[in-house]
Structure formats: structure tokens, C-alpha cells
């Protein structure tokens, strides 16, 4: 334990999830305005589907980050 400790970059983790929020944000809207698919199909996958990719895209980044430091 006599190595120092590497302060982790917590600044990269919230950048990637801010952008990976932001980027479910706009799928959502493309979903609701460009898609031609039906609308239940829509609402399923803006309340069940992008929220789990969201936190398993965010996981995925912050353990990428942690793993690089």
C-alpha cells in the first residue's frame, strides 16, 4: 500500500452520461416525430427500452473510464 493513490477522472464519467442522456433525449424525439413505427411501439420504448440502455451505456463508459485510470 505504499503505492499513491490516482485521483479518478469523475469529470469523464459525468461528461460521457451527460452526453449518452442527451442522446436518448433526441432518439426519443426523432421516435415521436420522424418514425413511421406504430405508437404503442413508440411508447414502449421510450418508457422501458432507452432508460435501461442509458444505464447500462453509462455503466458500461464509467467502468471503461475507471478501468483506463
Same mark, same amino acid.
Not at 413505427?37 to 421510450?46: T, V
Given at each position: 500500500?505504499d503505492?499513491? &493513490? !490516482? &485521483?479518478?477522472?469523475?469529470?469523464k464519467?459525468r461528461? /460521457?452520461?451527460?452526453?449518452?442522456? +442527451?442522446s &436518448? !433525449?433526441?432518439?426519443?424525439?426523432w421516435?415521436?416525430?420522424?418514425s413511421l413505427?406504430?405508437?404503442p411501439?413508440?411508447? !414502449?420504448?421510450? !418508457?422501458? +427500452?432507452l432508460?435501461?440502455v +442509458?444505464?447500462?451505456? &453509462?455503466? /458500461?463508459f /464509467?467502468?471503461?473510464?475507471?478501468?483506463?485510470?
Amino acid at each position: 500500500m505504499d503505492e499513491e &493513490a !490516482i &485521483a479518478f477522472p469523475m469529470w469523464k464519467e459525468r461528461l /460521457g452520461m451527460l452526453f449518452i442522456i +442527451v442522446s &436518448a !433525449i433526441m432518439m426519443s424525439r426523432w421516435l415521436f416525430q420522424q418514425s413511421l413505427w406504430p405508437e404503442p411501439l413508440i411508447w !414502449i420504448l421510450n !418508457i422501458c +427500452v432507452l432508460p435501461l440502455v +442509458v444505464l447500462v451505456l &453509462a455503466e /458500461g463508459f /464509467g467502468r471503461l473510464i475507471q478501468k483506463r485510470t
